[in-house]
């Protein structure tokens, strides 16, 4: 299995929503990433986990809430966001041996935020 | 400050000719570099690699050349198909230890006509 699989495929929100974002792999890699991508730019890393703990959060603001349940499963959790927060959300997972990181991409949730 | 930067957004090639992806990047530490395609609403598919002790990695028709004196890689696609058109990421990272998150350049929109 090679597959990052994310979950919903596409989301739409109110403003005052609370929803999540899943993301699942069975590669065992341990490390695992969010990334926002708005249209015709890269990737932007939002945040990181590596065996299961935060290493690295790009100060994103709070109604952006990461929680990674085991070394598999990556979830984002979404309240209270903004229009501008519309955008595709990716996964992303990683062997996490901090040599050569290559990043397996799920093909992400499509967020529109009314 | 770009650290990795991908000059063209855009580029049109005939099919069956060959495909020539730009990249420079200035951080020094950089020593691997990546090769992403993206489809819209997709997420990115790793496509090829390369480490700086080697100048050339090729698989199948991707060949990614890689010149460390002047900070430069290129990605060769030959022959290319209609099928190759997708957004192509370049990316480059320290390899090991520190950061070893990849950073993207902003891509390279490539259509290939029958």
């Known amino acids: 299995d090679t597959e990052v699989t994310q979950t919903p495929k596409h989301l739409v929100m109110g403003m005052t929503n609370k929803k999540s974002l899943k993301c699942e792999q069975h590669?065992?890699?341990?490390?695992m990433y969010w990334y926002k991508q708005k249209a015709k730019k890269p990737p932007e890393l939002m945040f990181v986990?590596?065996?299961?703990?935060?290493?690295i959060n790009e100060s994103v603001p709070s109604r952006f809430s990461p929680e990674c349940p085991n070394s598999s499963l990556l979830n984002l959790h979404l309240h209270a966001l903004q229009p501008e927060d519309s955008a595709l959300y990716l996964c992303?997972?990683?062997?996490?041996?901090?040599?050569?990181?290559?990043?397996?991409f799920g093909s992400g949730t499509q967020l529109s935020v009314l | 400050d770009q650290q990795v930067k991908q000059n063209s957004p855009s580029l049109s090639v005939q099919e069956g000719r060959i495909s020539i992806l730009n990249c420079d990047y200035t951080?020094?530490?950089?020593?691997?570099f990546l090769w992403y395609k993206k489809y819209p609403a997709e997420g990115p598919t790793f496509l090829i690699s390369?480490?700086?002790?080697?100048d050339k990695n090729e698989d199948g028709r991707f060949t990614v050349f890689l010149n460390k004196s002047a900070k430069h890689l290129s990605l060769h696609i030959v022959p290319s198909q209609p099928g190759d058109s997708a957004v192509y990421f370049c990316?480059?990272?320290?390899?090991?230890?520190?950061?070893?998150?990849?950073?993207f350049g902003r891509g390279t929109s490539l259509i290939v006509h029958p």
């Open positions: 992303a997972s990683s062997l996490g041996r901090g040599l050569n990181e290559k990043l397996f």
């Open positions: 590669m065992g890699h341990r490390a």
């Open positions: 986990y590596s065996y299961e703990k935060l290493s």
């Open positions: 951080n020094s530490m950089f020593d691997y």
């Open positions: 390369i480490s700086s002790i080697k």
């Open positions: 990316a480059a990272s320290p390899g090991t230890g520190g950061s070893y998150i990849p950073t």
